[in-house]
């Protein structure tokens, strides 16, 4: 289609997801910081309606700008493209990393010591992801600790089994951090901990570490996605560093479109 009635066909509206992500205030930023983004809106909704929506616009081959993020089967099911970001307001690479309350690695140092050496790659994360279609989180993280048996032993290395010892996972709500959360609920429970894992929005999982309700995190998106909230509570959590490298988020728009950066979008 031709792009200058960009913004006639698409009401002025790019499709978000929920209120809560890190992506969503990413986007607010990138709204404001792009002068031909002036007259265009975020419609925050939820991660289900953006992706109800891009495949409506998709099957009428419609034109539609979406935030998105890798890993996601949206880019294995459908042919889409990230819009270029010159400015970088969705941060370039990012990384999903680990943070501890307070103590924790004195409470409980086994457990401290497999959740700090927890490192696992997009492909794998993926893995998990992608079987959750079909089956539960639960299960696919099941089977991928099942398979992957010589890692989780790096991890596990030295470390004693416990009887029991409670642990409280805090991750968020969407299928990359299903994954995540439940492969490591997997593997703690295997050592015997009893784990209780919690889905919460980025700013509640930040907190809940910060003030000792929550022991642990996998799911923290930095450096950008969620800097604002990293940023308020950094001095009263422990950052373990990357789980995984590689991720990323911004807006994405199917291949057909004529449109490769940001901004390209007309005013
Ligand atoms: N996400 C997926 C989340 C983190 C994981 C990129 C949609 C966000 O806070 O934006």
Redesign the pocket.
């Given at each position: 289609g031709d792009p200058a009635n960009l913004g006639e066909q698409l009401n002025y509206t790019i499709t978000g997801?929920?209120p809560?992500?890190?992506?969503?205030?990413?986007a607010r930023n990138t709204l404001e910081e792009y002068e031909n983004l002036k007259g265009w809106e975020l419609i925050e909704s939820s991660?289900a309606g953006m992706l109800s929506s891009l495949d409506k616009a998709i099957n009428n081959e419609e034109p539609i700008i979406v935030?998105g993020?890798t890993p996601?089967w949206m880019f294995v099911n459908y042919d889409l493209k990230y819009l270029e970001d010159p400015k970088g307001t969705f941060g370039g690479i990012?990384n999903?990393n680990t943070i501890v309350r307070k103590g924790f690695e004195e409470d409980m140092p086994d457990a401290y010591k497999i959740v700090d050496r927890f490192y696992w790659e997009p492909k794998d994360m993926e893995e998990v992801m992608f079987a959750a279609q079909d089956i539960s989180f639960e299960e696919a993280a099941k089977n991928w600790v099942e398979k992957n048996q010589d890692k989780v032993a790096e991890w596990t290395e030295g470390t004693e089994k416990v009887d029991g010892k409670e642990i409280e996972l805090v991750s968020?709500p969407?299928?990359?951090?299903r994954a995540s959360g439940n492969v490591m609920k997997t593997i703690l429970e295997q050592q015997g901990y009893k784990v209780t894992l919690t889905p919460v929005?980025?700013v509640i999982m930040f907190q809940a570490i910060a003030s000792g309700e929550g022991d642990v995190s996998v799911?923290p998106?930095l450096p950008a996605?969620?800097a604002s909230f990293y940023e308020q509570y950094k001095d009263d959590i422990i950052d373990l560093g990357e789980n995984l490298i590689g991720?990323k988020?911004g807006m994405v728009v199917p291949k057909y479109m004529d449109i490769d950066s940001i901004e390209d979008i007309p005013p």
């Amino acid at each position: 289609g031709d792009p200058a009635n960009l913004g006639e066909q698409l009401n002025y509206t790019i499709t978000g997801i929920e209120p809560g992500a890190g992506t969503t205030e990413l986007a607010r930023n990138t709204l404001e910081e792009y002068e031909n983004l002036k007259g265009w809106e975020l419609i925050e909704s939820s991660t289900a309606g953006m992706l109800s929506s891009l495949d409506k616009a998709i099957n009428n081959e419609e034109p539609i700008i979406v935030t998105g993020w890798t890993p996601h089967w949206m880019f294995v099911n459908y042919d889409l493209k990230y819009l270029e970001d010159p400015k970088g307001t969705f941060g370039g690479i990012e990384n999903i990393n680990t943070i501890v309350r307070k103590g924790f690695e004195e409470d409980m140092p086994d457990a401290y010591k497999i959740v700090d050496r927890f490192y696992w790659e997009p492909k794998d994360m993926e893995e998990v992801m992608f079987a959750a279609q079909d089956i539960s989180f639960e299960e696919a993280a099941k089977n991928w600790v099942e398979k992957n048996q010589d890692k989780v032993a790096e991890w596990t290395e030295g470390t004693e089994k416990v009887d029991g010892k409670e642990i409280e996972l805090v991750s968020t709500p969407w299928d990359t951090e299903r994954a995540s959360g439940n492969v490591m609920k997997t593997i703690l429970e295997q050592q015997g901990y009893k784990v209780t894992l919690t889905p919460v929005d980025p700013v509640i999982m930040f907190q809940a570490i910060a003030s000792g309700e929550g022991d642990v995190s996998v799911a923290p998106w930095l450096p950008a996605t969620h800097a604002s909230f990293y940023e308020q509570y950094k001095d009263d959590i422990i950052d373990l560093g990357e789980n995984l490298i590689g991720a990323k988020i911004g807006m994405v728009v199917p291949k057909y479109m004529d449109i490769d950066s940001i901004e390209d979008i007309p005013p």
